[in-house]
């Protein structure tokens, strides 16, 4: 089914944009991942993701954690969804995301694929720990990590499509969010 409508879209000039996840990427904390790294092609989605890439010229955006209106990391410290853990994490705001959708779709290479992220890779207990300083959230008990995570890098994206980031700095954002004491329902 998927192929079939990439095959009527691509026929017909439409360019192809995936919205992929970082997951793709195993756990790599002690060097830089980007996109020369090795992808999980054992996942089913990063299967699908790479045959439509490579068949049909989509774009892959593989995206680190979304944030923003609506998706605030705060409230998932407040929510128990997030561990105290030191394991890294990638973040990028859903701004973000949508500028390089729009520049990947006019400028990107068919059958490119990019990291986005906002290239600053934190540890959870780092930003618990910010939480409970600037915001007076508890912060839940420290917990072991089954992995390091993974340090993200998204200089291909921001260097092929000339894209400065516009919420470069993840902790400023969240203060902004938090001032604003939008009551957001989350899914």
């Given at each position: 089914m998927a192929a079939?409508?990439?095959?009527?879209?691509?026929?017909?000039?439409?360019?192809?944009?995936?919205?992929?996840?970082?997951?793709?990427?195993?756990?790599?904390?002690?060097?830089?991942?980007?996109?020369?790294?090795?992808?999980?092609?054992?996942?089913?989605?990063?299967q699908s993701e790479e045959h439509l890439r490579e068949a049909?010229?989509?774009?892959?955006l593989r995206l680190a954690g979304l944030y923003g209106?609506?998706?605030?990391?705060?409230?998932?410290?407040?929510?128990?969804?997030?561990?105290?853990?030191?394991?890294?994490?990638?973040?990028?705001?859903?701004?973000?995301?949508?500028?390089?959708?729009?520049?990947?779709?006019?400028?990107?290479?068919?059958?490119?694929?990019?990291?986005v992220s906002d290239g600053t890779p934190r540890l959870w207990a780092d930003i618990c720990e910010y939480a409970s300083t600037q915001w007076h959230i508890p912060i839940?008990?420290?917990?072991?990590?089954k992995d390091a995570g993974k340090r993200l890098s998204p200089q291909k994206i921001l260097h092929e499509l000339q894209y400065e980031l516009r919420h470069p700095d993840l902790f400023k954002e969240l203060d902004e969010i938090e001032r604003e004491g939008e009551e957001i329902i989350e899914t």
């Amino acid at each position: 089914m998927a192929a079939e409508l990439a095959e009527n879209l691509t026929n017909k000039g439409c360019r192809l944009l995936l919205l992929g996840s970082t997951s793709a990427y195993p756990p790599k904390a002690e060097d830089l991942t980007d996109e020369r790294c090795e992808i999980n092609k054992t996942l089913p989605r990063v299967q699908s993701e790479e045959h439509l890439r490579e068949a049909y010229g989509a774009i892959v955006l593989r995206l680190a954690g979304l944030y923003g209106p609506g998706r605030h990391v705060l409230n998932w410290i407040r929510r128990g969804k997030i561990r105290n853990t030191p394991r890294y994490v990638n973040l990028i705001h859903i701004e973000d995301v949508a500028a390089l959708s729009l520049a990947a779709l006019q400028q990107a290479s068919p059958g490119s694929s990019y990291i986005v992220s906002d290239g600053t890779p934190r540890l959870w207990a780092d930003i618990c720990e910010y939480a409970s300083t600037q915001w007076h959230i508890p912060i839940p008990e420290p917990t072991t990590p089954k992995d390091a995570g993974k340090r993200l890098s998204p200089q291909k994206i921001l260097h092929e499509l000339q894209y400065e980031l516009r919420h470069p700095d993840l902790f400023k954002e969240l203060d902004e969010i938090e001032r604003e004491g939008e009551e957001i329902i989350e899914t």
